[in-house]
């Protein structure tokens, strides 16, 4: 592939008195200026020489009084400050002054012309069309799998290699074309480019005829494009597919990225002898593949996902991970930063599923290591149930008027900065086999991933962290913290009769300290002092593993009984903020649900409002007009009320966490009340368990009691 033309011209404003002298000309300007050199000048001339740019204004001549491009305020100082500079000197075809055109200053235009070729500009900036993902036919390919004459070679390297380039052979012919997007022009709009084709060619039309047939041809190419995404949008909505997938591949020019912000917020466009472990058996590499995901990118060999999981049990028997590629996904706020782009690495899928047999053999062990303060990417444990314990903690503590101060700790690329030898040491510290360790550690070592920025493949060696993408990585990170943490001494017993020692909350005997899910954490304590504490503590021992704390994002909240200090982190007063996302969830210290409410209505709408171009042509006036309740419109849509789907998952939800025997603290929080204090006079807040006592509880049996059973809590649950 050609390298990219970009041109690149800038305006500067200096003083570069080139002279009239010849021997004042180099490569880098010509010999035509105004005036004498002096100390900018030669700052300029390096400039030109570091940057490998040209000066576009030396190196036309032009009389002097189309050469300035300042004068003084009493007219006797005329200067040339202001040029033009370029990366590609052949471009220039002329830079002068415009001195008929007022700009209300004390400067004058200039104004460069440049020679462009359009078909290399189209060939640069043009995307070509995105290759469809193609389907396998599974007879074919396993067949050609058990067919093929593969090769081993005790080089794992070269072993490899002949096994993606056996796949990718066995692939090709097993392939089936899908159904490809609709031409861009339809038969209407190529009919007008034919015919403004005859009336350009043709000597005697006129100037009318040719302006009017320009203008239908815009308005039928255009016509055109919007009726191809229009149908192409129904047509997945049709098939029930994704409307974002579709409109990803409808997108046909992506912004480059030409500049990113560095520390200092300045745009820069460069970069300067154990237990045998048993072998790998096929139940488990079929296992492994039926889990993988369909729709991921491949990685460098590609290798897709679809293949594997068409090659059958031929490719079960058969099964250079260590090149990623590396895409930046942007995130909210200024593309320019880099902070505000998340790094996704595309593994091989052979790699992935490699991991994956890994992760299964592993995932009991390291879910063992976890405590129940972690909730991140375990089995049976999920968002909701920390979203559930934070929920529950601030209504007892506003119920019963109890002081309470949380602090959300946000980390810095936590995966990508977390140490390789801090992860293990924590797979030691979990009791993992030698062998495992041995192979994660090989794993990692000399792996690199390559980035493409302003129109450049870089190669970067990884030094550090785990990888966004690979199956074992939340896993390898979550055993990390958990090490580290526990140097903190938060979760061993304390005697709750010394009040100086205690941090966190006692619920029932237990001490609540914090929450994980993954790198997102939050702290609890009683007073603005503790959290303090709590925080530089925690941020000591998360160096030492390579986490670095967000300040900017780490905030803090407490209710209307704690006191009124402030939370320190490293000498620096943390945000305090009234409410926070948390998981998802909006939580503010009155449990007040309005504001979640109406963030979820906006998120929905703007949801609803992206595929607006879809729902505007399903609009039909006559069929609307006889849809006169909302039963009807629940029955031809299958949608739920919104009411009774609330209700059903509450209840649904209510007897999960009664019904567990692990100890979490959901089910912990929910028994839970501060049996040592008193609540105070008057009708309490509405409780989360107002619901279940006023329609769940039978005579005699209390709701909990009743959620014990599951087949009863069902007959007593809504409709």
Not at 130 to 156: C, F, G, M, Q
Not at 257 to 266: I, P, R, S
Not at 426 to 446: F, H, M, Q, R, W
Request: hydrophobic content about 35%; some cysteine.
């Amino acid at each position: 592939m050609a390298k990219p033309v970009v041109h690149r011209a800038t305006l500067l404003q200096s003083a570069l008195f080139a002279g009239t002298q010849t021997n004042l000309a180099t490569a880098r300007h010509g010999k035509y200026g105004l005036g004498s050199r002096n100390e900018n000048c030669e700052r300029l001339v390096d400039l030109l020489d570091a940057r490998k740019l040209y000066h576009g204004n030396s190196l036309f001549e032009k009389p002097d009084q189309r050469r300035w491009t300042w004068k003084s305020a009493n007219g006797a100082t005329t200067n040339e400050i202001d040029h033009i500079l370029t990366n590609r000197k052949w471009t220039s075809l002329d830079v002068a002054v415009l001195p008929s055109f007022d700009i209300g200053s004390d400067h004058r235009l200039v104004r460069a012309k440049i020679r462009i070729n359009s078909k290399v500009r189209k060939r640069d900036l043009h995307q070509p069309p995105r290759p469809r993902r193609p389907v396998y036919d599974a007879a074919t390919l396993e067949k050609n799998i058990s067919e093929y004459k593969w090769s081993h070679n005790d080089d794992p390297t070269i072993d490899y290699k002949n096994l993606c380039d056996g796949l990718i052979r066995c692939a090709e012919p097993a392939a089936r074309s899908t159904s490809s997007l609709p031409p861009r022009i339809d038969q209407k709009a190529k009919e007008m480019l034919r015919k403004r084709g005859e009336i350009k060619r043709d000597p005697a039309s006129t100037h009318l005829e040719r302006l009017t047939i320009d203008k239908a041809c815009r308005i039928a190419v255009e016509t055109s494009l919007a009726n191809r995404r229009k149908n192409a949008l129904l047509l997945t909505v049709e098939k029930h597919q994704s409307i974002r997938k579709k409109k990803f591949e409808l997108i046909d020019l992506s912004t480059v990225m030409t500049a990113l912000k560095d520390k200092n917020a300045v745009p820069r466009s460069a970069t300067p002898p154990a237990e045998e472990e048993p072998p790998i058996i096929e139940e488990e590499v079929a296992h492994a593949i039926r889990r993988l995901k369909n729709g991921t990118a491949a990685g460098p060999d590609n290798i897709s996902t679809e293949i594997l999981k068409s090659g059958g049990d031929a490719l079960n028997r058969l099964l250079q991970w260590k090149v990623s590629k590396t895409i930046l996904i942007p995130k909210k706020g200024d593309l320019t930063d880099l902070n505000n782009f998340r790094p996704i690495s595309l593994l091989s899928v052979v790699y992935k599923l490699f991991t994956k047999i890994i992760v299964n053999r592993l995932e009991k062990k390291l879910d063992d290591f976890q405590p129940p303060y972690q909730a991140g990417f375990r089995r049976d444990f999920c968002c909701l149930d920390h979203i559930h314990t934070l929920t529950q903690v601030v209504e007892r503590h506003r119920e019963y008027h109890l002081p309470l101060a949380l602090a959300f700790v946000d980390y810095r690329k936590a995966f990508d900065s977390v140490e390789i030898n801090a992860i293990l040491n924590s797979l030691v510290a979990a009791g993992i086999p030698t062998k495992y360790i041995d192979l994660i550690e090989k794993c990692n070592e000399g792996t690199s991933t390559t980035i493409q920025l302003f129109n450049k493949k870089l190669t970067i060696p990884i030094g550090k962290g785990v990888r966004q993408g690979d199956t074992i990585s939340p896993k390898l990170f979550s055993t990390a913290l958990e090490d580290a943490m526990r140097q903190l001494g938060w979760d061993t017993n304390r005697d709750w009769e010394d009040g100086n020692v205690i941090k966190g909350i006692n619920i029932d005997g237990k001490i609540l300290t914090n929450l994980r899910f993954a790198d997102d954490i939050v702290l609890f304590a009683n007073n603005t002092s503790d959290l303090s504490s709590m925080l530089n503590d925690l941020n000591a021992v998360g160096k030492k593993i390579g986490l670095q704390m967000n300040e900017k994002k780490t905030q803090w909240m407490r209710n209307r009984f704690c006191d009124q200090g402030n939370v320190i982190l490293e000498g620096r007063d943390l945000l305090e903020v009234n409410s926070y996302v948390y998981l998802g969830r909006e939580v503010n210290m009155t449990n007040d649900l309005k504001p979640e409410i109406a963030r979820r209505r906006r998120a929905g709408w703007a949801a609803f409002n992206s595929i607006k171009e879809v729902t505007n042509q399903l609009k039909d006036p006559k069929l609307r007009a006889h849809w006169n309740t909302s039963t009807d419109l629940r029955q031809r849509s299958q949608i739920q009320d919104l009411e009774e789907h609330i209700q059903h998952g509450k209840h649904r939800w209510g007897g999960h966490v009664i019904r567990r025997q692990d100890d979490r603290w959901s089910t912990r929080t929910t028994h839970w009340f501060p049996r040592n204090n008193k609540r105070p006079l008057g009708r309490p807040p509405t409780r989360w368990t107002d619901y279940f006592r006023k329609n769940i509880s039978q005579p005699g049996r209390h709701w909990m009691t009743v959620a014990q059973d599951r087949a009863a809590w069902r007959t007593c649950g809504p409709r």
